[in-house]
């Protein structure tokens, strides 16, 4: 039986370029690249994905010091006009296993890199995954969400 108490991953590839800090309001103008690593990986590894207009990435959100995790409920962003809401009830970047999921927009491949627009992930980010979007693994049936959640991100991207 596999031991699945500690989970050990290593990053595929790395974000170049885009923005060196992160803030929280406005990356779909922001372009940067996921460049893959090399020792690992051959550009075949990427065949086929410039079919898809859009990427989901998954990063670690390496910068967040691990004293700094979260774990109980907070008001997002510090705003006390919001309610306090658990760390799963939220996308902040201070969670448990600092771990970010973005959707992006897909705009070239070359050789190892990957060119995006709207990745919420700053230079020099570990890359976990890189997944083509595909529109059938998106919400099925309508989707609700508070209206705090629609305040915070009126903004983001």
Request: aromatic content about 8%; hydrophobic content about 40%.
């Amino acid at each position: 039986m596999i031991d699945v108490s500690t989970v050990t991953l290593e990053p595929v590839a790395t974000v170049v370029g885009g923005r060196t800090e992160a803030y929280d309001d406005d990356w779909d103008g922001v372009e940067a690249l996921i460049r893959l690593d090399a020792a690992r990986f051959r550009p075949d590894s990427l065949a086929g994905l410039d079919a898809f207009s859009h990427l989901e990435v998954v990063f670690q959100f390496h910068l967040v010091d691990p004293a700094a995790v979260e774990t109980s409920a907070r008001h997002p962003r510090g705003n006390p006009d919001w309610p306090l809401v658990g760390i799963f009830a939220q996308r902040g970047k201070n969670r448990p296993n600092r771990l970010g999921v973005s959707r992006c927009r897909l705009v070239a491949v070359d050789g190892l890199d990957v060119h995006v627009r709207g990745l919420d992930a700053v230079d020099g980010t570990p890359v976990l995954d890189i997944k083509p979007y595909m529109a059938e693994f998106g919400p099925q049936g309508p989707t609700a969400q508070p209206a705090w959640a629609t305040e915070l991100m009126r903004h983001y991207y």
